[in-house]
């Protein structure tokens, strides 16, 4: 559990720093820090509460931030690193809080594989992400249009996936 | 809002912007959480199917002592899945100690133990089924299933012991027990004089009259000691119900009732009991261990109730009772009752109304300003009324304070008869 939660500190400090690379030249370097600093005490600060709205509200901001720098055209590799870096912090915070409100046989285990499973989306994530990088596409509106509609039904298809259930996280 | 549509939200959004900017950057920033719904899906965790087996020990108990709880879940299917067992224990039962969820990842065959002490309020109950969830790969959601693992907790009422309930009915039992009957015999107290007969001990001889009457002999009789019949009758009516801070009234009469039957059972008496409430619950008398068991589980299952038939004491089936056997009513009693009463007392039956003060039990947080300490003086003085009313016609009223613990409060009141008992002449 000690090493799941510093890994999510770690994340999100990655997710502050990447964000803060991305918004350099728009802010002072010193409110960048400072702002960073406080989110990252308000995240710390999350990492000890048993709900799991603060972590939604904190990869809310971040993603929210990430599209703002994204269309003042900032970076945008780093904009990618620090959600994938929120995405891995907000991650390991629910599945904390999901080992801590029960019971956990071969805790171990179910660790190391979770974050084996994690490791995979964010190199798959990165792989993706830098072949898209190199990638030079023209689109039309029509084949943009196209292929949206394609990956939204695909998404409904994942999010409607007889998952019906979240996980208790407060069973004790 | 769940996990997952959260993700996707986002996903959505990402992607709905980069269609309206034609940006490519805002696609590369919805990957991580494509990538990472679509590991999440990879897992065919809704394939298994569970059984489950309950183990409770004991399965019956007191208030407040502890119940041992065993869940063994076995998995069924192909591969392996993270899954969250989760036991929701019955209304009235609480966790004492353990948890009553765990998470644990399961291969085909493998079994689960889930272990737990809870303890609660009285009552019977059924464990509802198990709730067992199966997670994803990144346990973003699950597929969950109920599996029947039924069981049943029976809580019985917490009964302080009470030594010895001193009852008199003028109907006893042909059985020897502790109650002195109206017949002449073997016995402890003096009951008359008589012919010897042969086969009398001689140290029955009363010598003082064998010396005043020479020309014949005379034995000492005592009185026989016998069992009795009692019927317990415990008030369940809604109105005699009343809640402070959380704590209900009606225990308390329930735990009196409990007492008072184990008392009297010791005793080898024969006991029955009456629930009358919004329905008729009742145990045919009986004598022993069994027939505490009985009525011991009659109580756990109490409650109150309204019925507009049994609204009021004068419906009570009077043709239970045999005549002259001995009533005890456990009841906060109303004003209303008390003719009910003196109809049974003026019918020979002997009667024990014990009465729980709900007065004090109301008052005890009040805090009372002086209006309300005259509405408090007079509702204890319209009691004392109806009691007075009462003794008068011969009911023996024991009125309980509440906040007093059951064994030190009624202890001595019930060990004695009433004084009146003995002016009355009604001892045998």
Redesign the interface.
């Given at each position: 559990m000690k090493g799941l939660r510093l890994f999510a500190a770690l994340a999100f400090g990655g997710s502050l720093l990447f964000l803060g690379l991305g918004f350099i030249g728009v802010l002072p370097w010193r409110y960048l820090a400072l702002i960073g600093l406080v989110s990252y005490l308000v995240f710390l600060l999350a990492l000890r509460s048993r709900r799991n709205l603060p972590g939604d509200l904190i990869l809310t901001g971040i993603v929210g931030l990430t599209l703002l720098a994204a269309w003042l055209g900032h970076e945008a590799l780093w904009l990618f690193l620090a959600n994938l870096c929120a995405l891995s912090a907000w991650d390991a915070r629910r599945f904390i809080n999901l080992l801590a409100a029960q019971d956990v046989l071969q805790e171990g285990n179910i660790v190391r594989l979770h974050m084996q499973r994690l490791g995979s989306v964010a190199v798959v994530s990165a792989v993706l992400a830098v072949f898209a990088m190199h990638l030079k596409l023209q689109l039309n509106l029509w084949i943009g249009l196209i292929l949206g509609v394609v990956l939204s039904l695909g998404l409904k298809h994942i999010s409607g996936l007889a998952m019906g259930t979240s996980p208790h996280h407060r069973g004790r | 809002?769940?996990?997952?549509?959260?993700l996707?939200v986002?996903?959505?959004?990402?992607?709905?912007?980069?269609?309206v900017?034609?940006?490519?950057?805002?696609?590369?920033?919805a990957?991580?959480?494509?990538?990472?719904?679509?590991?999440?899906?990879l897992d065919g965790s809704?394939a298994h199917t569970y059984t489950a087996r309950r183990r409770v020990h004991p399965y019956r108990n007191r208030v407040g002592e502890p119940i041992a709880v065993q869940v063994e879940v076995t998995c069924q299917g192909e591969g392996q899945c993270?899954v969250?067992v989760?036991d929701d224990l019955p209304q009235g039962l609480s966790l004492v100690q353990?948890?009553?969820?765990?998470?644990?990842?399961l291969r085909c065959g493998e079994q689960?133990l889930?272990e737990y002490q809870a303890s609660g309020k009285r009552g019977v109950m059924d464990f509802p089924p198990l709730e067992i969830?199966a997670?994803?790969?990144?346990?973003?959601?699950?597929?969950?299933t109920h599996v029947p693992a039924p069981a049943q907790v029976v809580v019985l009422p917490y009964a302080p012991k009470v030594r010895h309930v001193a009852i008199r009915p003028r109907r006893t039992q042909v059985y020897a027990g502790n109650i002195p009957s109206r017949v002449g015999g073997r016995g402890v107290e003096f009951y008359g004089v008589r012919h010897y007969q042969a086969g009398d001990a001689l140290r029955h001889l009363n010598w003082r009259l064998n010396a005043r009457h020479p020309e014949a002999l005379f034995t000492n009789e005592y009185v026989r000691e016998r069992v009795a019949e009692v019927w317990l009758i415990l008030d369940a009516r809604l109105r005699s119900e009343m809640y402070r801070s959380g704590e209900s009234f009606f225990e308390f009469s329930v735990m009196a009732a409990a007492s008072l039957a184990q008392a009297i059972l010791t005793e080898g008496n024969r006991v029955g009991l009456l629930v009358y409430g919004g329905f008729l619950d009742w145990v045919y008398p009986g004598y022993g261990k069994v027939q505490e068991e009985h009525i011991a589980r009659t109580l756990a299952r109490a409650r109150t109730g309204e019925s507009l038939v049994f609204a009021h004491l004068e419906h009570l089936p009077t043709r239970l009772f045999p005549l002259h056997s001995q009533i005890i009513l456990v009841s906060p009693l109303h004003p209303e009752d008390a003719s009910l009463l003196i109809r049974l007392r003026a019918r020979g039956y002997n009667l024990i109304v014990l009465s729980p003060d709900p007065i004090a039990f109301e008052a005890r947080e009040m805090r009372l300003e002086e209006d309300g300490d005259w509405a408090l003086r007079a509702a204890q003085l319209e009691r004392r009324l109806l009691f007075a009313k009462l003794r008068q016609a011969g009911v023996q009223v024991l009125n309980w304070d509440v906040s007093i613990p059951f064994e030190a409060g009624m202890h001595r009141v019930l060990m004695r008869l009433p004084p009146w008992h003995f002016l009355q002449g009604v001892r045998a």
């Open positions: - | 809002m769940p996990a997952r549509s959260l996707v986002f996903t959505y959004i990402l992607i709905l912007v980069g269609l900017t034609l940006n490519g950057t805002f696609f590369m920033l990957l991580p959480f494509i990538v990472y719904l679509v590991v999440g899906t809704h993270l969250q989760r353990g948890s009553a969820s765990i998470l644990s990842r689960v889930l969830i997670l994803d790969a990144l346990a973003l959601s699950g597929h969950t």
